[in-house]
């Protein structure tokens, strides 16, 4: 009896190894494939997002006798306009910026002179012993300015590629807005009894839910450390705040790797256009105040400790996504790993990734 288990403790073990291959390769045909197809799979992620946060607001105003169609239009129409206005607004400044950064780095760097006197001594010194052992000096090629420059073709060529995936996004946020119920009550009538209807219900409303209340929750915090980091910088008279506070707005949605980024914009800033030690260094400072307030106590404090992940993750998440699909995937990133968690957590099976994320 006990040779004949032998062999079947064998060949489950092989079955096993045989699934564990399957699923590696199984994982690696889905990341080429997500690599491969990104040019459609960004805009429907992205606008899948954008509806499930202004999704609340079109239900809401449905249950008194609006139609979907409507409220989603004028939500869409106020949210083009606020975001042209916003983007002609700050076009101007951010094109100056970036035209002006040699010339401004070309300044900076005399305001390092008194840090950096005893490495260019030291490195003159070592010059100086080179040159007497070879016997001939050695005179390098002074190095020749970068020059930025963007000409009227870069603009009109890359247009009609920005305005089509800005209006697949629209489209695409209007009809999930408009026909996300319908898709909902078709997900609900695949499921073979009531029972399974009554629960795939109640699982996809409350996936629904919590997501939405997440993006929007999550978007209003950003858009609140936008407008601080906006003030904050106008009481300090550094030149456009209200582009750094949307800079600021955007790269939160990064976790460490966003606030630090700005941190050490506002810092370069500060150098750039304030004499004083003190007065370069306060943009900086305040802006980590902000954030550090903003990240320990407002957000664990509107969200909760359930929707808390754990920074490895989160890291990780980036690291992978940014690889994937460069800054849009870093950008997605933590949405789309806090999605998968609440989604994780009503669906069996799934539970220890939830567990192994969260915080």
Known sequence: MKRDLHPARSVRRHLRGIRVM???????ALLYTVTLIKVLLIPLVLAAFIGLALNPLV?????????????ASVLMIALLATISIGVGS?????????????AMIKSFVPKLKSVTQPFEAANRATQSLV??????PSRAAAPTPATVAISAWDVVSNAPKVLA?????????????IYGDLLLRRLVGLAPNFRHKRHTVS????????VSRYILTTSLINFTLGLSTAAMLWLLHVPDPLLWGSVAMLANFIPYVGAITTTVLLLLVGAVHFNALGQALMPALCFAGITAVEGNLITPMILGRRMRISPVAILIWLLL?????????????????????????????????AHMVQR
């Open 165 to 177: 995936a800005v209006l697949t996004v629209v489209l695409l946020v209007f009809f999930f807005l």
């Open 59 to 71: 239900a809401g105003s449905a249950r008194y006798g609006v139609p979907r169609w409507l409220s």
């Open 131 to 136: 040159n007497s052992s070879s016997g001939s």
């Open 90 to 102: 700050l076009t101007q400044p951010a094109v100056g910026w970036f035209h002006d950064a040699p």
């Open 22 to 28: 399957l699923n590696i390769f199984l994982l690696l």
């Open 203 to 210: 699982v996809v409303r409350s996936i629904q839910t919590e």
């Open 321 to 353: 996504w940014g690889w994937l699909w460069g800054i849009p995937g870093a950008l997605l990133a933590v949405p789309m790993l806090t999605s998968v968690k609440l989604i994780a957590e009503h669906v069996r099976g799934w539970e220890w990734f």
